[in-house]
Structures are given as C-alpha cells and as structure tokens.
C-alpha cells in the first residue's frame, strides 16, 4: 500500500509539474505572440490604408464625375445619357418578359401538381412531385427565377426602381423554396393548395399581378 501510495504522489507530481511548465511557457510566449500580431499589424497598415484611399479615391471619382454630367461639364452632347436610357428600356423589356414566363410558369407548376395527383387518384404528393412534367416545369422556374434575379441585378436604373428592388429581394427566396417543395413530403390531404412559391408570387387572393413579396410565406393553408 505504500508503494502504490508513492507511485501516486509521483505521478501527481509529474503532471503538476508538467502544468506548472506550460502555464509559464505560456505565459512566457504571451508577450511574444502579442509583439508578433502588433508587427504584422504595423506591416500590413500602409496596404490596408493604401487600398481604403484607392476605394475612396474612385468613389469620389464616381461622385465627382456625376455632379460633373449634373452641370453639362461632362459629355455636353449627352451621348451617355441617351446610351443609359437605351439600355435601361431594353433591360426593362428583357425583365417584363422573364418576369411574365416566371409567373405563367409558376402557376402552371402548380396546376400540373394538383392535375395528376388527382388524376393519378395519389394520396401522397410526392407521387406528383416527381413526375416528369412537374420535375420540368419546377425545374423551368427555379431557373427562371435566377435569370430574373440576374436581369434586375444588371438594370442600370435599378436604384431608382422601388418595386424592382422588392421583386429582386423576393426573388431570391425562389430557388430553394422550388428545391425543397413541401409536396415532396405531404399527403394529399395536408398538401397546400397553393404552395409558397405560388403564395408568395400571387398573394393570398391568388392575383396575378402582385408584385412578388420580399418574404415568402411558409404556410399556405
């Protein structure tokens, strides 16, 4: 027994010891480390620094060169101006029509769900949802909603657009709400009639021309 007792007091004292070493190791390295960070701090302000002048510098460039068009003082003939106009009326053209074939194709989606659910006499939604057509069409929108999201994000005038920039925030909930449709998982019964994407796209009343929410709505009892 006092052999055991012995063998234990040694090994206590080891990894008393062995803690005793590395808090002053610690201790010890601490004032280096914090000298190290301090010089690489020290090393990387003047690129830092350098780079935030850069940014400002071309951002007061761009503001600069905007009062500058505001007075006539740049481009007098109005050469730039004419070429936004044109390009935001084409933009807009492109974004009118993405935004009709998305919202046509959502609503199709969604009758195509129901139409061989009950066709098919299913009980389980899934059975809908992963049927070709209905693969196609969820496919088509989710794929639409990112063009969309796409032509918006390139609209020259997009600031001056509240709705648009609604409709570009909304939008981005459309992919993977479409990936992760709730009628993969519910019974006929349960099934939404009208799931979020459509939801969200139409309203409540189910009206066509809302403009699509910056949320979309998770229950669509």
């Not at 009326?89 to 492109?94: D, L, R």
């Not at 459309?174 to 796209?201: D, G």
């Amino acid at each position: 027994m006092p052999e055991t007792l012995r063998i234990a007091a040694v090994v206590i004292g080891a990894l008393l010891a062995a803690y005793l070493l590395l808090l002053a190791a610690v201790r010890a390295f601490r004032p280096l480390n914090s000298l190290l960070a301090r010089a690489g701090m020290a090393l990387a302000s003047p690129f830092s620094a350098s780079f935030w002048r850069m940014n400002q510098n071309s951002r007061r460039a761009g503001l600069e060169s905007e009062i500058r068009r505001a007075l006539g003082n740049e481009d007098p003939f109005g050469d730039d101006e004419r070429r936004q106009v044109v390009a935001a009326a084409v933009a807009s053209q492109e974004i009118n029509i993405v935004n009709q074939k998305l919202r046509q194709s959502v609503g199709r989606c969604l009758q195509t769900h129901w139409s061989i659910a009950e066709g098919a006499g299913a009980k389980d939604m899934a059975e809908a949802a992963r049927h070709p057509l209905s693969r196609h069409l969820r496919n088509r929108v989710i794929d639409l909603s990112e063009l969309l999201i796409e032509r918006i994000g390139q609209y020259p005038l997009l600031l001056d657009s509240p709705e648009l920039v609604r409709l570009h925030v909304g939008l981005r909930w459309i992919p993977a709400t479409c990936a992760t449709c709730p009628y993969w998982s519910a019974t006929v019964a349960e099934a939404p009639k009208i799931c979020p994407t459509a939801r969200a796209m139409f309203g409540p009343g189910h009206n066509k021309q809302t403009v699509i929410d910056a949320e979309v709505i998770d229950s669509c009892d």
